[in-house]
Protein backbone atom coordinates (compact mmCIF):
# COMPACT_ATOMS: atom_id res chain seq x y z
CA UNK A 1 0.00 0.00 0.00
CA UNK A 2 1.34 3.50 -0.81
CA UNK A 3 -0.53 5.67 1.97
CA UNK A 4 -1.19 8.45 -0.68
CA UNK A 5 -2.96 10.08 1.81
CA UNK A 6 -0.28 9.95 4.27
CA UNK A 7 2.08 11.37 1.44
CA UNK A 8 -0.25 14.03 0.95
CA UNK A 9 -1.02 15.38 4.38
CA UNK A 10 2.46 15.27 5.17
CA UNK A 11 3.88 17.41 2.02
CA UNK A 12 1.25 19.74 2.62
CA UNK A 13 2.25 20.12 6.40
CA UNK A 14 5.88 20.44 5.22
CA UNK A 15 4.96 23.26 2.75
CA UNK A 16 2.91 25.04 4.81
CA UNK A 17 5.56 25.02 8.02
CA UNK A 18 7.82 27.10 5.68
CA UNK A 19 5.77 29.64 5.64
CA UNK A 20 4.79 29.39 9.19
CA UNK A 21 8.52 29.64 10.12
CA UNK A 22 8.87 32.87 8.10
CA UNK A 23 6.04 34.49 9.73
CA UNK A 24 6.98 33.51 13.49
CA UNK A 25 10.27 34.86 12.45
CA UNK A 26 9.14 38.39 11.80
CA UNK A 27 7.41 38.93 15.72
CA UNK A 28 9.10 41.22 17.37
CA UNK A 29 10.14 40.65 20.70
CA UNK A 30 9.18 44.15 22.10
CA UNK A 31 5.42 43.17 20.65
CA UNK A 32 4.59 39.74 22.27
CA UNK A 33 2.45 41.75 25.13
CA UNK A 34 0.11 43.06 22.20
CA UNK A 35 -3.03 42.77 21.42
CA UNK A 36 -5.16 44.66 18.83
CA UNK A 37 -8.45 44.27 20.75
CA UNK A 38 -8.90 43.12 24.12
CA UNK A 39 -11.09 40.04 23.37
CA UNK A 40 -7.94 39.05 21.10
CA UNK A 41 -5.15 37.14 21.62
CA UNK A 42 -1.93 39.01 22.57
CA UNK A 43 0.92 38.35 19.81
CA UNK A 44 2.47 36.18 22.47
CA UNK A 45 -0.34 33.59 22.92
CA UNK A 46 -1.35 33.89 18.83
CA UNK A 47 2.42 33.21 17.95
CA UNK A 48 2.39 30.04 20.18
CA UNK A 49 -0.97 29.12 19.08
CA UNK A 50 0.39 28.42 15.72
CA UNK A 51 3.26 27.29 16.73
CA UNK A 52 1.43 24.19 19.37
CA UNK A 53 -1.51 23.46 17.00
CA UNK A 54 1.08 21.48 14.81
CA UNK A 55 0.94 18.99 17.89
CA UNK A 56 -2.85 17.91 17.47
CA UNK A 57 -1.73 15.98 14.59
CA UNK A 58 0.01 13.59 17.10
CA UNK A 59 -2.68 14.07 19.27
CA UNK A 60 -4.94 13.18 16.64
CA UNK A 61 -3.03 10.39 15.71
CA UNK A 62 -2.10 8.48 18.88
CA UNK A 63 -5.28 8.52 20.97
CA UNK A 64 -9.50 8.68 19.83
CA UNK A 65 -10.54 12.03 20.97
CA UNK A 66 -9.65 15.38 22.47
CA UNK A 67 -12.12 16.16 25.14
CA UNK A 68 -11.85 19.87 26.33
CA UNK A 69 -13.57 19.09 29.53
CA UNK A 70 -10.75 16.28 30.97
CA UNK A 71 -7.38 18.28 29.37
CA UNK A 72 -4.04 18.97 31.04
CA UNK A 73 -3.61 21.76 28.75
CA UNK A 74 -1.08 24.61 29.81
CA UNK A 75 -0.09 27.06 27.49
CA UNK A 76 3.58 27.26 26.31
CA UNK A 77 4.97 30.40 27.28
CA UNK A 78 7.50 31.31 24.95
CA UNK A 79 8.16 35.08 25.35
CA UNK A 80 10.61 35.91 22.17
CA UNK A 81 11.42 34.53 18.78
CA UNK A 82 14.41 32.40 19.75
CA UNK A 83 11.95 30.54 21.83
CA UNK A 84 8.84 30.17 20.24
CA UNK A 85 10.69 29.14 17.02
CA UNK A 86 12.23 26.51 19.03
CA UNK A 87 8.68 25.10 20.26
CA UNK A 88 7.84 25.18 16.66
CA UNK A 89 10.62 23.05 15.92
CA UNK A 90 9.71 20.78 18.20
CA UNK A 91 5.82 20.70 17.77
CA UNK A 92 6.67 20.44 13.96
CA UNK A 93 8.98 17.28 14.61
CA UNK A 94 6.39 15.47 16.30
CA UNK A 95 3.58 15.82 13.65
CA UNK A 96 6.29 14.86 11.11
CA UNK A 97 7.22 11.86 12.83
CA UNK A 98 3.28 10.91 13.68
CA UNK A 99 2.21 11.68 10.14
CA UNK A 100 5.70 9.55 8.55
CA UNK A 101 4.80 6.53 10.87
CA UNK A 102 0.78 6.68 10.02
CA UNK A 103 -1.06 5.03 7.37
CA UNK A 104 -3.75 5.60 5.09
CA UNK A 105 -6.08 2.94 6.88
CA UNK A 106 -4.84 4.80 10.22
CA UNK A 107 -6.00 7.77 8.62
CA UNK A 108 -9.66 6.46 8.28
CA UNK A 109 -10.46 5.65 11.63
CA UNK A 110 -12.92 7.78 13.33
CA UNK A 111 -11.79 10.68 15.71
CA UNK A 112 -13.69 13.60 17.49
CA UNK A 113 -13.33 16.74 19.43
CA UNK A 114 -15.64 16.78 23.08
CA UNK A 115 -16.52 19.41 25.70
CA UNK A 116 -19.19 20.10 27.93
CA UNK A 117 -20.47 16.32 27.39
CA UNK A 118 -21.29 17.20 23.79
CA UNK A 119 -19.53 15.67 20.48
CA UNK A 120 -18.42 19.08 18.77
CA UNK A 121 -16.65 17.27 15.61
CA UNK A 122 -16.74 13.73 14.69
CA UNK A 123 -15.01 12.85 11.52
CA UNK A 124 -11.65 10.56 10.33
CA UNK A 125 -7.84 11.31 11.35
CA UNK A 126 -7.43 11.80 8.12
CA UNK A 127 -9.82 14.90 7.88
CA UNK A 128 -8.95 16.34 11.27
CA UNK A 129 -5.71 16.79 10.41
CA UNK A 130 -6.86 18.31 7.02
CA UNK A 131 -8.57 20.58 9.08
CA UNK A 132 -5.64 20.90 11.26
CA UNK A 133 -3.73 22.35 8.85
CA UNK A 134 -6.73 24.62 8.02
CA UNK A 135 -6.69 25.95 11.22
CA UNK A 136 -2.92 26.74 11.65
CA UNK A 137 -2.99 28.78 8.18
CA UNK A 138 -6.19 30.44 9.19
CA UNK A 139 -3.99 31.83 12.90
CA UNK A 140 -1.20 32.45 11.35
CA UNK A 141 -3.28 35.02 8.20
CA UNK A 142 -4.21 36.39 11.69
CA UNK A 143 -0.94 36.70 12.74
CA UNK A 144 0.19 38.38 9.38
CA UNK A 145 -2.86 40.75 10.76
CA UNK A 146 -1.08 41.55 13.57
CA UNK A 147 1.96 42.21 11.95
CA UNK A 148 0.80 44.17 9.21
CA UNK A 149 -1.17 46.57 11.80
CA UNK A 150 2.36 46.98 14.07
CA UNK A 151 3.99 47.57 10.64
CA UNK A 152 6.30 44.84 10.78
CA UNK A 153 7.01 43.22 6.94
CA UNK A 154 5.51 40.26 5.93
CA UNK A 155 6.95 37.67 4.20
CA UNK A 156 4.95 35.77 0.96
CA UNK A 157 2.78 33.24 1.41
CA UNK A 158 2.33 31.73 -2.03
CA UNK A 159 4.22 34.33 -3.56
CA UNK A 160 6.02 37.86 -2.83
CA UNK A 161 3.79 39.96 -0.05
CA UNK A 162 3.75 43.75 -0.77
CA UNK A 163 6.79 44.33 1.56
CA UNK A 164 8.51 41.66 -1.12
CA UNK A 165 7.03 43.30 -4.23
CA UNK A 166 9.63 45.03 -6.95
Known amino acids: MENLLTKTLLRELLSESRTTKKILSQVPD????WQPHE???????LANHVAELHTWVTTILTTDELNFDTMDYKPNGASNSRETLAFFESC?????????????EKLQEPWQILAGGK???????????????????HHRAQL??????????LPGSYGPSADEAP
Not at 144 to 153: A, E, N, S, T
Open 30 to 33: NKYS
Open 39 to 45: KSMTVQR
Open 92 to 104: LESARDSLEKATD
Open 119 to 137: VYIKSTRGDMISNTLNHIV
Open 144 to 153: GVYLRLLDVP
